[in-house]
């Protein structure tokens, strides 16, 4: 059942919640952490951030050290650099990728942009290794690309610097956009340069819609246990971003982030949603 979460990161709310009780906190702490505001420019959202937003070197090393837990089987699962001990599957999501491999001849050729070190590459990666073809391309920031070339490249899994790079390596059928549209300064011109490329598939996943309001940039403080970090966020209206596929993909399927978290943003909410879209 959804629940709605004032001011809380959705993929990490029930260990939030348990630490918080561990420690006995008091719960107006849960009211500094979140989504707050409603900026009028990248620029004036990112001077109020507490450090240097999403490029933030701490989160790296957090998401490194989990990951590496990860590849060497000490940890089960990570997400936003938190380990868990039992995967969390986007089932949707991977139902997405295995009815695009089932019509590419069992072949999955996907360019994951913004998919940290890969997080999404190892969460799916034992309903993934019987295709006939597997090549999962990510593309992140340099110093992401940097880490992941060095501890996490394999052959199967790649890194790139920018999209135009991976394109020219191995053109895919597939591009996944999971929880980074939100992070991106402007994600409409982002997106209709993706469009442009005119690859078969999209797959949105974990990213938030208003229930009403247009766009909306806020600030997203994360909780100390997870890193010390806040960088801008977007909310996303639903009718203009699904505009922007219009006469260029129809949507397959959409369907409920597998957090399955509603945000409480004063005066509207927002959920969080997927969407699998089909080139026409």
């Known amino acids: 059942m959804n629940k709605i979460i004032n001011n809380i990161l959705p993929p990490v709310v029930t260990k939030i919640f348990k630490y918080l009780k561990q420690h ?11 989504w707050f505001g409603n900026y009028c420019s990248w620029g ?4 109020n951030c507490d450090n240097s937003g999403y490029a933030s070197k701490i989160i790296l090393q957090k998401v490194k050290e989990s990951l590496l837990k990860v590849k060497k089987g000490e940890a089960i699962y990570e997400r936003d650099s ?12 991977l139902a997405g990728l295995l009815w695009i491999a ?11 942009f913004g998919g940290s070190l890969g997080s999404s590459y190892f969460q799916n990666r034992s309903f993934l290794n019987s295709l006939n073809e597997l090549r999962w391309n990510i593309v992140e920031q340099k110093h992401f690309v940097d880490c992941g070339k060095k501890y996490f490249e394999n052959g199967t899994l790649n890194f790139f610097y920018n999209l135009d790079s991976c394109l020219k390596k191995s053109f895919p059928n597939i591009i996944l956009l999971s929880g ?7 994600p409409s011109y982002f997106l209709n340069k993706v469009l442009d490329y ?12 208003l229930k009403k309001g247009e766009n909306r940039l806020t600030i997203q403080r994360v909780p100390p246990q997870i ?50 879209f089909e080139i026409i």
């Open 24 to 34: 006995r906190q008091d719960k107006e702490n849960l009211h500094e952490y979140g």
């Open 44 to 47: 004036e959202a990112m001077s």
């Open 82 to 93: 938190y380990i868990f001990d039992k995967i969390q599957y986007s089932w949707p999501l």
């Open 102 to 112: 089932g019509r590419q001849k069992n072949k999955l050729n996907v360019i994951d």
């Open 180 to 186: 980074v549209l939100q992070y991106l300064e402007n």
């Open 198 to 209: 005119k690859v078969k598939y999209i797959i949105i996943d974990r990213t938030a819609f």
């Open 227 to 276: 890193y010390n970090a806040s960088y801008p966020s977007w909310f996303f209206n639903e009718e203009y971003f699904l505009g922007l596929f219009r006469n260029k993909y129809k949507m397959v399927a959409d369907f409920p982030a597998h957090e399955g978290f509603i945000v409480d943003l004063k005066d509207t909410t927002a959920v969080y949603k997927g969407f699998i």
